[in-house]
């Protein structure tokens, strides 16, 4: 069974840097049939999508966050990353790793999320 | 990207149907037949219940239906159960993004 977990600091700085990664386990994130994708949502607040990346390094961005995010994919750990760079209070959020297939052309699975909070 | 509509809350009781909209405009929901819906229960991740605009994943109740027309797609809910009440989500993809709409909160009455 897929299995997808995120981990990461639970407090960053305003201004600096906060780094996820999501470790996943029970299949391969060389499949070829899927990208793999990094959604977050602010406290009370609905989905956000931040972007996607193929297993080869092919990525797609939310336009609002590109200039300050970078994803990126380690096929020999099974894992994605996300950096967000300059963050701030609006950045605060439970942030999801999730699978977008194909053949759905959706996210069907996710893992549990974590929460980031921006805070001095 | 601006984010897709939805009402903010629906109601409806035990075994009424209910249909929640999400509307879009012709550079998404309007070219592409790739609209997904998912289900978010408090504190918990999202959960896909409707993919290509009315299929649905294995696993999931016949009870979700999809459909669209022009920018806007619509999820129904029939034979309400205490178990639907949660957050609803309609979410677009295009060739290089994916949009969300800011989501519907369904409460079973």
């Known amino acids: 069974q897929l299995h997808l977990q995120e981990s990461g600091p639970g407090l960053v700085k305003p201004s600096e840097t906060q780094s996820l990664i999501c470790t996943v386990s029970?299949?391969?994130?060389?499949?070829?049939?899927?990208?793999w994708g990094w959604i977050r949502q602010p406290p009370g607040k609905g989905l956000e999508w931040i972007g996607s990346?193929?297993?080869?390094?092919?990525?797609y961005k939310n336009l609002s966050l590109k200039s300050r995010v970078i994803i990126s994919v380690d096929t020999s750990k099974n894992q994605l990353s996300l950096k967000l760079r300059s963050v701030t209070a609006a950045d605060t959020a439970v942030y999801y790793c999730?699978?977008?297939?194909?053949?759905?052309?959706?996210?069907?699975?996710w893992g549990q999320g974590t929460l980031v909070t921006v805070s001095p | 990207q601006s984010a897709l509509t939805q009402p903010a809350s629906v109601s409806g009781s035990p075994g009424q149907s209910i249909t929640i909209s999400c509307t879009g405009t012709?550079?998404?929901?309007?070219?592409?037949?790739?609209v997904s819906w998912y289900q978010q229960h408090p504190g918990k991740a999202p959960k896909l219940v409707i993919y290509?605009?009315?299929e649905r994943p294995s696993g999931v109740s016949y009870r979700f239906s999809g459909s669209k027309s022009g920018n806007t797609a619509s999820l129904t809910v029939s034979g309400l159960q205490a178990e639907d009440e949660a957050d609803y989500y309609c979410?677009?993809?295009?060739?290089?993004?994916?949009?969300f709409g800011g989501g519907t909160r369904l409460t079973v009455l």
């Open positions: 029970g299949g391969s994130i060389s499949s070829g049939s899927y990208y």
């Open positions: 979410s677009s993809y295009t060739t290089t993004s994916t949009i």
């Open positions: 990346i193929y297993y080869t390094g092919n990525t």
């Open positions: 999730a699978r977008w297939g194909a053949a759905v052309a959706a996210f069907d699975f």
């Open positions: 012709n550079s998404d929901i309007g070219n592409y037949n790739f």
């Open positions: 290509n605009v009315n």
